[in-house]
T-cell receptor, first 115, second 114 residues
Framework: AQKITQTQPGMFVQEKEAVTLDCTYDTSDPSYGLFWYKQPSSGEMIFLIYQGSYDQQNATEGRYSLNFQKARKSANLVISASQLGDSAMYFCAMRPNTGGFKTIFGAGTRLFVKA | DSGVTQTPKHLITATGQRVTLRCSPRSGDLSVYWYQQSLDQGLQFLIQYYNGEERAKGNILERFSAQQFPDLHSELNLSSLELGDSALYFC?????????????FGPGTRLTVL
């Protein structure tokens, strides 16, 4: 069965420090996409970063990087130099290339950035 | 601003009623997705359309239906509403709908069923 697991319901990080949000996934599809989204308290879902299952290099987008370990089926999000505005819910998502292209989201991790 | 628009922003209605949520995708995007976000179920994929055709179906109830029109906007119809249908409903769009396609989300419609 396709599944995304985010084991950290909440995390605290000091401003300007780096933080890693964990995500593991389960799929038997050889081809899939992995995504991270941010949901601030205002409610909108903001796309952060994408990693393809066949990508050899870890994805990076500004202060966001994705630590992709395919054999371990993990896709952790690393946020460097945390800012107060990073306080939000973070969702990991997977989109298999088969099985109807259904996107599966994890339960999310709430990140609190302390000043 | 993702470029995806959703109307209305808020909707309050009574049990048993029917509502329609509307979504306009980003310019050039052919695929539209609907999601339901509730406290107990999290973010659930409902349905995907690509260029007017249904492409994938998730946990969408039979009381719910959707369509994508020739101008690519989409509507999600919710009928015989129950208290448990209260949730934030997101529309997202992407260019083509493949596994590598990034989905951009609209601001959501918050539905409250009283």
């Amino acid at each position: 069965a396709q599944k995304i697991t985010q084991t950290q319901p909440g995390m605290f990080v000091q401003e300007k420090e780096a933080v890693t949000l964990d995500c593991t996934y389960d799929t038997s599809d050889p081809s899939y996409g992995l995504f991270w989204y941010k949901q601030p308290s205002s409610g909108e879902m903001i796309f952060l970063i994408y990693q393809g299952s066949y990508d050899q290099q870890n994805a990076t987008e500004g202060r966001y990087s994705l630590n992709f370990q395919k054999a371990r089926k993990s896709a952790n999000l690393v946020i460097s130099a945390s800012q107060l505005g990073d306080s939000a819910m973070y969702f990991c998502a997977m989109r298999p290339n088969t099985g109807g292209f259904k996107t599966i989201f994890g339960a999310g991790t709430r990140l609190f950035v302390k000043a | 601003d993702s470029g995806v628009t959703q109307t209305p922003k808020h909707l309050i209605t009574a049990t048993g009623q029917r509502v329609t949520l509307r979504c306009s995708p980003r310019s050039g995007d052919l695929s539209v997705y609907w999601y339901q976000q509730s406290l107990d179920q999290g973010l659930q994929f409902l349905i995907q359309y690509y260029n007017g055709e249904e492409r994938a179906k998730g946990n969408i109830l039979e009381r719910f239906s959707a369509q994508q029109f020739p101008d690519l906007h989409s509507e999600l119809n919710l009928s015989s509403l129950e208290l448990g249908d209260s949730a934030l409903y997101f529309c997202a769009s992407s260019a083509s709908g493949g596994d590598a396609d990034t989905q951009y989300f609209g601001p959501g419609t918050r539905l409250t069923v009283l």
